[in-house]
């Protein structure tokens, strides 16, 4: 190994400066030399030991690399994918292979924005019923469904299949506030969170709301300060004020 190489003679530079100081360090002793020439020498040591160090970095980096060539499960599971090729060269980190852990068995639904998930749930499939536990919730809602993954454990293993749909039945805890269809035109994703503009006393006023789901043209959103009869502004929000006039074209 070349790394194995460079440390051997990393390690023979180092032992002949080790004795360079020895018998310099005498010859100052005995003024045969100056103290600049023995100082360039314990310099030359120092260099060689930072040189030896290095070349023991790199060996012990190319052992751990040369360890991770073997690929072993960290726990029994199912492969389910395979990408590699026999006698491929493949780089540090490129995934070859899918591996399920059986022993963490999850439900994954995707819920809506504003639905918060509930922390127990039920799914169902065939004629048999298994309760779900919440387990984790995704940091960020995905940019194109605006949905949130959520994932479920299951409280007993049952005969279930890997990638197999079922039936979740979840209780919906949304507050009273009631729920409207805008054009996706009409939302203002400005800042935190979406809001829309409603016109009040001629003026736009932003409003915060929650988006239930997205179509291609449409969103279900609700919100505490929207009510049935409100006007909302449905173009060019990106170029709203607060407090901006605005005038209510006539159809």
């Known amino acids: 190994m070349a790394t194995k190489a460079m440390l ?26 100056s103290q600049q020439a023995f100082e360039r020498e314990k310099m030359a040591e120092r260099a060689a030991k930072a040189q030896w160090e290095s070349a023991q970095a790199q060996v ?14 960290t726990a029994p599971g199912i ?9 491929q060269v493949v780089a540090a980190g490129q995934p070859i292979a899918l591996l399920a852990d059986l022993n963490e068995w999850e439900i994954e639904v995707f819920l809506p924005d504003g639905f918060p998930p509930p922390p127990t749930a039920s799914a169902h499939f065939g004629n048999r019923t298994v309760d779900l536990k919440l387990r984790e919730v995704a940091g960020a809602a995905d940019a194109t469904s605006r949905t949130w993954r959520v994932r479920y454990s299951l409280e007993k293993r049952l005969d279930l299949k890997l990638g197999m749909l079922v039936h979740v039945v979840m209780q919906a805890n949304l ?5 409207f269809t805008v054009p996706l035109s009409a939302l203002d994703e400005r800042g935190d969170g979406a809001h829309v503009w409603k016109i009040v006393e001629q003026r736009a006023q932003r409003f915060p ?16 300060h929207l009510q049935l009869g409100d006007r909302i502004i449905a173009l060019g929000t990106h170029l709203l004020e607060p407090d901006q006039s605005v005038r209510a074209r006539q159809p």
């Open 8 to 33: 051997s003679a990393a390690t023979a530079e180092l032992e002949v400066a080790e004795a360079d100081v020895v018998r310099y360090r005498a010859l100052f002793g005995k003024d045969s030399i």
């Open 175 to 179: 507050d009273d506030h009631p729920r």
């Open 60 to 73: 012990r980096h190319a052992e751990i690399a040369l360890r991770h060539t073997v690929l072993k499960a």
């Open 79 to 87: 492969l389910i994918d395979v990408s590699g090729n026999v006698g």
């Open 209 to 224: 709301v929650s988006i239930m789901d997205a179509g291609p043209s449409q969103a279900r959103i609700h919100g505490a």
